[in-house]
């Protein structure tokens, strides 16, 4: 057994967990935060991809004692309050999603995509950065498309900040 | 058109849910007491099961119970079923082998389930299903279709000597033989439609639990029909009676024809939370699992004739396909090869003589059954692929071979089976032809050529039958079901309204579009409208979402709902306004008297319905209507597709340059969701077309792409963005004039992509998918001629 603190969502959080428990499991399994989904078992399609110390990562390729002392944001909590992130609000507007399974892991991973690479983003860019989440639904068009609105935002409000 | 209401680009309501992580899908419930389940299931592809020792497991940390096919037979749990009969040409009825959900003497296909481990923990669970000791004695295994039914191969099923299920036929044989016997041009061409898997992003699940108290079981389960799944689970597998069984299908993510139909793995947890003592049993697919043992889709080979006359018209097609059933039959897996294949032969053609026949057949594999278009791609793709192939040895331009043989006049009685109602083809080719630029095409491939890129062009007009279907029809055909909807309208007091509805979403967006038909109706904001489905407690009976019914069938049933309340509504209204019955209308959310300036609120007269005070003599109080719809005919939803590709020699690489989708829905209730609809349902047939391909080892069945490394799913890197349009011509079929526009995508691409490959390539067939292996081969066989050109 092992004993794993971490911070989720801004708030501290310990657990006693067997050794070979994935983070993903700790989180949905042990914390609740069923926002984080499992997809596939070869670390493919992206569904579980969260943050972990800011960058993004996918949770069902780490054990949950690695991310000991670490700080995680999950889906849960990206919004601040009722204020939708930017991407949350883009894939909305632009219909980014349908059966909504793939959408937590796409939304951080579109989330870190901007923040890595700073906006706005162009289509191939996204198109290639997204290689590691699988959508079953979308065809990904307005999934793109959306990731293009809400990096275009970001770099304008980023600009503004300066 | 209002803000909200029909045809409307209406933003989803049901996002914030999951745009927040706040979804609701099966894996994600934990009821109290919850064990977990994890099947041991067969490594060979057909083995004689000679016995099973459990003791190991058994006795393992944190086990509650390890559960075989012998204790499902001693508990007379019945064998799951495939629900449309189907007649072999001779008259017989098809030769169902059984299927139970616990294979007990024989294992058929990598994956079959030939235990249940229920342990405390997952982790437990599958550390038990490890020490679970089967003997198997293995048996010769076919996985092919082109060898299942040599007298040598091995036989899977007793009832189903040389694995033939059915021997089916549709059409006028001899009309056929004699078209053909007279062409002044005949196309013979040997397709195959190569084996999918769906692939849902969220793997199946269920949570089977039995109250002992009132010796009722509840099931929550990945599933687009949950009264279906009700239905079979009581009425064929003999779970529980119906009124001791609640299905529950919460969110769903993605089901595509997957999710339809009633798998072992639920069957068993419901039993097992009852051999437990009624502890919720779970259990949550892996992505492995999902490869094995989900239905998987198409796997046809055919071989087809198409004759032409003199002037270029049709005059007969002739069609002979074997189709693979995989191990076991599934739910609807009869009538998916035939009568929603054969039925669609016709296309979008006046062709006067058409016959097909249909093998069903056994083999190794998991079962086959309904994937996104279900028989209705595959005859698609096969009728254009004939076309393109026509064109190009008739020397003609394939859109004008199209144009020549388009249906024009409607009602149009087709040879099988099928009266197209409405439909405009030259519409759609106009449009997407002219959206595409075709006839810039020309300088368009020199332009690519002197950038050594090999480009191509290929056009697919698909139709498809939808809005399944009318009950009597169906069932003079063979379904086990009618396939009507139902719908209920609860006004409540205060003026806000829920609607539940036998329908069920998984994507689709049916908690706005169906909100929106209400807010056209009533003139409520959407967000006092609540869509309730997927519960068979909270709905009175409904037949679920596939065949892109939800629109067509399911909203019809709400609109009859929505007369009658409108109706009663009225009545009270005039009550209160002490007008006449007939001189109300609802405008705005308002009943009013027309041409006066007295009017109720909806509100208000919602309020009077239930108070009862002041109600019209002998009126029931409330405001509550439900109304069942049962279709009058299939939809016939149509359009053109346009794929333009180059292709790199050097490497086979296929790139889609351009995409353009012309379609024909009939009403739309919200473009955004449609547009939505027909992006996924293209990126599957270009999937299909390109990427994807379920691989069985023809020596030992062994699945070889089983896993999201090995089977090819188009990534977002691997798609262009596509470049819809739509035209309408309105399906007087139902109420709404709605046709349907779920599966069209899937259905329409295969064919444009692969027509532009071959053409790109300046070859006659490529089978799919069009690998850059496969491509880059073709394209050194062809190299030479084309060299030489
Ligand atoms: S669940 Fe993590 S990548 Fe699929
Ligand atoms: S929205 Fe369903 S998998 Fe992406």
Redesign the interface.
């Known amino acids: 057994m092992a004993k794993v603190s971490l911070t989720v969502n801004g708030k501290a959080l310990t657990a006693e967990v067997e050794d070979r428990t994935l983070l993903v499991q700790l989180l949905r399994d042990v914390f609740g935060l069923t926002g984080t989904h499992v997809g596939c078992d070869t670390s493919q399609c992206g569904a579980c991809v969260i943050h972990l110390d800011g960058r993004a990562v996918k949770s069902c390729t780490l054990l949950a004692a690695q991310a000991d002392g670490a700080a995680v944001t999950t889906i849960e909590g990206l919004a601040v309050g009722d204020e939708l992130h930017p991407v949350q609000a883009a894939f909305r507007e632009h219909h980014g999603l349908q059966c909504g399974f793939c959408t937590p892991g796409m939304i951080m991973s579109a989330v870190d995509m901007i923040n890595r690479l700073g906006g706005p983003l162009d289509e191939e860019t996204i198109r290639h950065e997204l290689e590691g989440n699988i959508c079953r639904c979308t065809g990904y068009h307005n999934i793109v498309k959306a990731i293009e609105a809400a990096s275009a935002q970001m770099a304008g409000l980023s600009q503004a900040a300066e | 058109m209002g803000v909200e209401g029909i045809g409307a680009r209406v933003?989803?309501k049901?996002?914030?849910?999951?745009?927040?992580?706040?979804?609701?899908?099966t894996?994600?419930m934990?009821p109290s007491k919850t064990a977990q389940a994890v099947f041991v299931r067969s490594p060979h592809a057909h083995a004689r099961i000679v016995a099973i020792d459990t003791s190991r497991a058994k006795a393992a940390p944190g086990v509650i119970d390890v559960l075989t096919g012998a204790d499902l037979a001693a508990d007379k749990i019945g064998g799951l079923i495939c629900g449309w009969m189907i007649h072999s040409k001779d008259g017989t009825p098809m030769k169902a082998g059984a299927h139970p959900a616990i294979a007990r003497d024989v294992a058929r296909h990598v994956g079959d389930q030939v235990a249940i481990v229920v342990a405390e923990t997952k982790?437990q669970a599958r550390d038990a299903a490890e020490l679970v000791d089967v003997t198997y004695e293995e048996l010769p295994a076919v996985v092919d279709l082109a060898r299942a039914t040599d007298p040598d191969a091995p036989q899977i099923h007793p009832e189903a000597p040389r694995n033939i299920i059915y021997e089916w036929s549709l059409g006028d044989a001899a009309a056929t033989d004699a078209a053909l016997a007279r062409a002044a041009h005949l196309v013979t061409l040997d397709i195959a439609n190569n084996r999918l898997v769906p692939?849902?992003?969220?793997?199946r699940s269920a949570i089977g639990s039995y109250d002992p108290a009132e010796e009722h079981f509840t099931l929550y389960n990945t599933s687009q029909n949950p009264h279906v799944a009700r239905l079979v689970l009581s009425a064929f597998v003999g779970i529980a009676p119906e009124h001791k069984l609640r299905v529950v299908a919460p969110?769903?993510?993605?089901g595509?024809g997957s999710k339809i139909f009633i798998y072992p793995e639920e069957t068993a947890c419901l039993w097992a939370s009852k051999r437990i003592g009624g502890r919720p049993v779970k259990w949550?697919a892996?992505?492995?699992e999902s490869f094995m043992v989900d239905a998987h889709g198409r796997d046809h080979l055919t071989h087809a004739q198409m004759a032409f006359d003199a002037d270029h018209r049709i005059i007969g097609f002739k069609v002979a396909t074997r189709a693979n059933i995989g191990a076991y039959m599934s739910t609807f897996s009869s009538c998916v090869p035939t009568y929603l294949y054969a039925t669609l032969l016709s296309g979008q053609y006046d062709i006067p003589a058409i016959y097909c026949e249909v093998d069903a057949i056994y083999t190794n594999t998991a079962p086959v059954d309904a994937y996104r278009g279900a028989g209705r791609p595959e005859a698609t793709y096969l009728v254009e692929r004939m076309m393109e192939t026509a064109a190009r040895e008739l020397g003609v331009d394939p859109a004008e071979l199209r144009r020549k043989n388009f249906i024009r006049t409607f009602p149009h009685q087709t040879p099988v089976i099928m009266a197209y109602d409405a439909g405009d083809y030259d519409a759609t080719l106009d449009a997407a032809l002219a959206a595409a630029d075709y006839a810039g095409f020309g300088a368009r491939k020199a332009e690519a050529a002197r950038r050594g890129k090999l480009r191509g062009i290929g056009l697919s007009c698909y139709i498809e039958a939808c809005g399944i279907a009318p009950s009597a029809a169906v069932g003079s055909l063979g379904a086990g079901v009618g396939l009507w909807e139902s719908a209920e309208v609860r006004v409540n007091p205060v003026g806000t309204v829920e609607v539940l509805t036998g329908s069920h979403a998984?994507?689709?967006?049916h908690e706005t579009t169906f909100a929106q038909l209400v807010n056209d109706r009533l003139g409520i904001g959407i967000d006092k409208i609540a869509i309730v489905h997927g519960d068979t407690d909270k709905v009175q009976f409904g037949m679920g979402t596939y065949g892109s019914r939800s629109g067509a069938v399911g909203m019809s049933a709400i609109v009859k709902a929505l007369d009658k309340v409108e109706a009663k509504a009225k009545k009270i209204a005039a009550h209160l306004l002490e007008a006449d019955e007939s001189d109300i209308v609802i405008e705005d959310g308002k009943l009013k008297v027309a041409g006066t300036d007295r009017e109720k609120s909806f509100l208000e007269v919602a309020l009077a319905a239930y108070t009862g005070h002041s109600l019209p003599a002998g009126m029931e109080p409330g405001l509550k209507e439900g109304a069942f719809y049962d279709p009058t005919n299939f939809t016939f939803p149509a359009g053109t597709y346009v794929c333009e590709v180059e292709i790199d020699p050097g490497t086979g690489k296929t790139e889609i340059v351009q995409f353009v989708a012309a379609d024909d829905f009939g009403k739309i209730i919200n473009p955004?969701?449609v547009?939505?609809?027909v992006?996924?349902?293209?990126?599957?047939g270009i999937g299909q077309a390109l990427l994807e391909e379920a691989v069985y080892d023809r020596e030992s069945g062994q699945l070889m792409t089983g896993?999201?490394?090995d089977y090819a799913?188009?990534?977002?890197?691997d798609?262009p963005?596509?470049r819809l349009m739509t035209t309408e011509t309105i399906c007087p079929g139902n109420p709404l004039g709605m046709k349907g526009c779920g599966e069209a995508?899937a259905i329409g691409s295969p064919p444009a992509v692969i027509n532009a490959i071959t053409d790109a390539l300046g070859i006659r067939d490529i089978a799919m998918p069009a690998t850059p292996a496969r491509v880059w081969e073709a394209y050194r066989a062809a190299a030479p001629a084309m060299a030489a050109e």
């Open positions: 933003l989803r049901e996002d914030k849910r999951f745009i927040t992580g706040r979804g609701r899908y894996d994600d934990a982790n692939n849902a992003i969220e793997p969110d769903v993510g993605g595509f949550t892996d992505r492995s998984h994507g689709q967006g955004m969701i547009e939505g609809q992006h996924g349902g293209i990126a599957q896993s999201y490394m799913m188009p990534r977002a890197d798609l963005s596509f995508g």
